[in-house]
């Protein structure tokens, strides 16, 4: 055995056998070491080629083709979303809350000039309606394609390539000659605006760590409520200049939203800036290095599979899950109430007591209001969650925890309803039923943002699945109570018509007190829903490239979070950790000083 030398050269001159050594590249701030073992000049090729070169680096791996770097983010790293500023986070949270509620906005605007429409084109009032269900049922549609391409392709630019198509439907209605062009640009302008949707969701959580995003979830949830809400106030007056300008007003709004985003929205998604992160590091080492995402690593399905699974996996988490069922058909059930409010708001308001269309608009500003007091409770709801964490054995509060403010909500909703039902007749002050949709509107955005969160932790890895059940059938039932509400309130009356939805409030109000108390015993019979913590991952085996320094580099993901790393169990709490510790690091600083 020669003396080995080990003078630092590239992979590329050992691999070529340059007899001189040459500068080391360096990669991401870090300097790479290569080291042969024989760099004798009367070696053959063949020894070359079993010689061992080991590349000093953060990630596990050897560098080399068959055995890559494995990337992964590195502590304190800021292109980790985890790591951005508060301030930059809550910006981001913003401006992706907007987003949505531009497109839940589009979707109720319409019924502000539903009486225009009717005048204009003369077809039946049920024809009419078929405008707020379409763009409904896109919603329900268009998860089912968004979500597995922004698995491919990230979220950012899914949202160019959707948006934009959703804005650009508005001119087709706001030009329409029959009512026939209205209903498909409805229908596409739905399915296209889905995709925020879909991923506005992961977006939040692909910043926030899964004890710090109870406040930014409940933001989200107002806006695909608050939109709905602001639809009839603004096309309600609009309306009374034109029709055509309710389009227009929704196509400026959602303009202004695209462009802005485009300018200022990056990409959270974790696989996909790792990706780019590994074709950087590789490329800046002249291809000499070899480096691959820790989630292509270990996912190994195919964009067919990926589509496969989001198209099947949803349903059957539906059918198959009692957890996805059942509170799925409670948020369809509020969902759709909200939408059939939108035909029944009218006719308690404007046919009954003859207001104009503006200003029966004004009566969801009770709904309004009561939304943004079911947002100001989140910290209330972020307290109950961490004192649930603090007293687990495991540091992890069970997905239980969430569901308190659920029940609250669940006692809101039927009480709000008849308290509506039977205060709707002229006789009555109109202040009292507008009132009523104050609790309406907090228990609505309680048990939303409630349950929605509880299936994120009930199914973690799975939990894309399980809210595309939820959107899908919640998007149904929005599309489908509109139609027959004109129907029953000319049938039953106002008071009845209403009662009837309260009781079938009423009949979901135990759903979230018989989870919290027998979640956990369902969820243990459940193969969708891990019932223990996740073990730590497993330290990379050694090889004949692979120093022992790799069971403490950059931790690898099972093959199961690979597509959703958002909604893992343990999302973002190594970078909370590392922000805790360097601010007591820096308190303790000052206090020496």
């Known amino acids: 055995m020669t003396t080995t030398d080990t003078t630092p050269i590239t992979l590329a001159e050992a691999i070529s056998r340059a007899p001189s050594p040459s500068p080391t590249p360096t990669v991401h701030g870090q300097s790479n070491q290569h080291y042969d073992e024989k760099t004798s000049s009367s070696e053959t090729p063949a020894a070359l080629d079993n010689q061992k070169v080991l590349v000093e680096s953060p990630y596990p791996g050897s560098g080399t083709e068959q055995d890559p770097f494995v990337v992964g983010w590195l502590p304190g790293e800021k292109e980790d979303p985890y790591n951005w500023s508060n301030s930059y986070k809550w910006f981001q949270t913003a401006l992706t809350a907007i987003n949505t509620l531009c497109i839940a906005f589009a979707s109720s605007a319409y019924s502000g000039a539903t009486r225009q429409i009717y005048a204009r084109f003369l077809v039946s009032e049920e024809v009419i309606i078929l405008g707020i269900s379409l763009c409904v049922l896109g919603f329900g549609v268009g998860p089912l394609l968004w979500a597995p391409l922004s698995e491919m392709y990230g979220r950012r630019p899914i949202f160019l390539v959707s948006y934009l198509p959703f804005a650009?439907?508005?001119?087709?209605?706001?030009?329409?000659?029959?009512?026939?062009?209205?209903?498909?640009?409805?229908?596409?302008?739905?399915?296209?605006?889905?995709?925020?949707?879909?991923?506005?969701?992961?977006?939040?959580?692909?910043?926030?760590?899964?004890?710090?995003?109870?406040?930014?979830?409940?933001?989200?949830?107002?806006?695909?409520?608050?939109?709905?809400?602001?639809?009839?106030?603004?096309?309600?007056?609009?309306a009374e200049s034109g029709w055509r300008n309710v389009?227009?007003?929704?196509?400026?709004?959602?303009?202004?939203?695209?462009?802005?985003?485009?300018?200022?929205?990056?990409?959270?998604?974790?696989?996909?800036?790792?990706?780019?992160?590994?074709?950087?590091?590789?490329?800046?080492?002249?291809?000499?290095?070899?480096?691959?995402?820790?989630?292509?690593?270990?996912?190994?399905?195919?964009?067919?599979?990926?589509?496969?699974?989001?198209?099947?996996?949803?349903?059957?988490?539906?059918?198959?899950?009692?957890?996805?069922?059942?509170?799925?058909?409670?948020?369809?059930?509020?969902?759709?109430?909200?939408?059939?409010?939108?035909?029944?708001?009218?006719?308690?308001?404007?046919?009954?007591?003859?207001?104009?269309?503006?200003?029966?608009?004004?009566?969801?500003?009770?709904?309004?209001?009561?939304?943004?007091?079911?947002?100001?409770?989140?910290?209330?709801?972020?307290?109950?969650?961490?004192?649930?964490?603090?007293?687990?054995?495991?540091?992890?509060?069970?997905?239980?925890?969430?569901?308190p403010m659920a029940m609250l909500g669940g006692a809101l909703l039927p009480s709000a309803i008849f308290w509506f039902a039977f205060t709707s007749t002229p006789s009555v002050h109109w202040i009292v039923p507008i009132l009523a949709g104050v609790p309406f509107g907090c228990g609505m955005l309680l048990v939303f943002s409630s349950i929605i969160n509880y299936l994120i932790d009930c199914y973690l890895m799975y939990a894309a699945s399980a809210l595309a059940a939820n959107t899908v059938l919640r998007s149904l039932l929005g599309a489908v109570f509109p139609l027959?509400?004109?129907?029953?309130?000319?049938?039953?009356?106002?008071?009845?018509?209403?009662?009837?939805?309260?009781?079938?409030?009423?009949?979901?109000?135990?759903?979230?007190?018989?989870?919290?108390?027998?979640?956990?015993?369902?969820?243990?019979?459940?193969?969708?829903?891990?019932?223990?913590?996740?073990?730590?991952?497993?330290?990379?085996?050694?090889?004949?490239?692979?120093?022992?320094?790799?069971?403490?580099?950059?931790?690898?993901?099972?093959?199961?979070?690979?597509?959703?790393?958002?909604?893992?169990a343990d999302a973002g709490l190594e970078e909370e950790k590392a922000r805790q510790a360097e601010l007591a690091k820096r308190k303790a600083g000052d206090q020496i000083v």
């Open 484 to 568: 027959f509400s004109t129907y029953m309130y000319q049938n039953l009356g106002n008071a009845w018509a209403s009662a009837l939805v309260a009781f079938l409030s009423l009949a979901c109000a135990p759903m979230p007190f018989l989870f919290y108390r027998y979640g956990a015993k369902i969820r243990a019979r459940s193969k969708f829903s891990p019932n223990m913590p996740p073990a730590p991952p497993a330290p990379v085996a050694a090889t004949a490239s692979t120093s022992t320094e790799n069971a403490s580099k950059v931790a690898q993901p099972d093959s199961d979070s690979a597509l959703e790393p958002e909604y893992a």
């Open 168 to 238: 650009l439907f508005h001119i087709g209605g706001a030009c329409a000659q029959n009512i026939e062009t209205i209903l498909v640009t409805r229908f596409f302008a739905g399915t296209f605006g889905s995709a925020p949707l879909t991923n506005s969701g992961g977006t939040i959580a692909d910043m926030w760590s899964i004890h710090e995003r109870g406040t930014a979830s409940a933001l989200f949830a107002l806006a695909p409520f608050l939109g709905p809400v602001l639809g009839p106030i603004v096309g309600g007056f609009t």
């Open 247 to 403: 389009f227009w007003v929704m196509f400026g709004f959602a303009m202004v939203t695209y462009i802005v985003s485009a300018i200022c929205v990056p990409e959270t998604y974790a696989p996909t800036l790792l990706r780019a992160k590994a074709r950087k590091l590789q490329k800046e080492s002249n291809n000499t290095i070899f480096y691959i995402s820790k989630f292509d690593k270990i996912n190994t399905k195919t964009k067919k599979e990926i589509f496969k699974i989001n198209m099947t996996r949803p349903f059957v988490l539906l059918f198959k899950e009692p957890i996805v069922l059942c509170l799925s058909m409670y948020t369809a059930i509020v969902y759709g109430t909200l939408y059939l409010f939108f035909t029944a708001f009218p006719i308690v308001f404007q046919t009954t007591r003859g207001w104009s269309s503006g200003v029966g608009g004004l009566a969801f500003l009770g709904v309004g209001l009561g939304m943004l007091i079911g947002t100001a409770l989140a910290p209330v709801n972020n307290k109950i969650y961490l004192r649930a964490t603090r007293k687990s054995p495991t540091g992890r509060a069970p997905p239980e925890a969430r569901l």
